[in-house]
């Protein structure tokens, strides 16, 4: 399957592979303004920024609709995400409030607010798993997220 977000319509557009092209069999409304998405690693959800609403919505692959959204009142502008190499936990960014928002995808409940540099964009994984780094687009810096202690810290090279 392939996901692709149709800003201008609002929705993400669920595609499958036939023969040699792609065939749309589903565009899941996602709100005015979607943005970035993230797939989780267990392939069964996709969570989709919605800049507009302030949220971010959960769509559940098999079922191809949207089965939560999850917000809080200090979330400005969901930008990137990512989730935890256990599919337990979404990191969403939010580019404007310079932090990363942390929430359970089992119980849908914000676990933390981590705050990091100025116009955060991206996160991923690194390699161990057990450190989550955040690209921050202003200060050119990278965070350093322990996941476990839900905070920034600091890490050497070789701890990812």
């Known amino acids: 399957m392939l996901a692709v977000v149709a800003r201008g319509d609002g929705v993400v557009n669920l595609y499958r592979a036939r023969g040699i092209g792609l065939q749309l069999t589903k565009s899941v409304p996602v709100g005015k303004r979607p943005g970035e998405m993230c797939l989780d690693p267990n392939g069964k959800r996709i969570f989709a920024g919605q800049v507009a609403e302030k949220s971010v919505a959960e769509i559940d692959l098999a079922s191809q609709s949207v089965v939560n959204t ?33 929430f359970s995808t089992s119980t849908h409940a914000l676990v933390a607010k981590i705050p990091v540099g100025k116009e955060p964009r991206r996160a991923l994984f690194a390699r161990d798993g057990k450190t989550l780094l955040v690209s921050n687009a202003h200060t050119d810096t990278i965070s350093v997220i322990d996941p476990a202690a839900k905070k920034e810290g600091r890490a050497r090279n070789q701890d990812w």
């Not at 989730?83 to 990191?91: A, E, G, K, N």
């Open 70 to 102: 999850l917000t809080d009142p200090d979330l400005k502008n969901p930008e990137g995400c990512t989730v935890s190499p256990d599919s337990s936990t979404l990191y969403m960014i939010d580019s404007v409030g310079g932090t990363v928002f942390v």
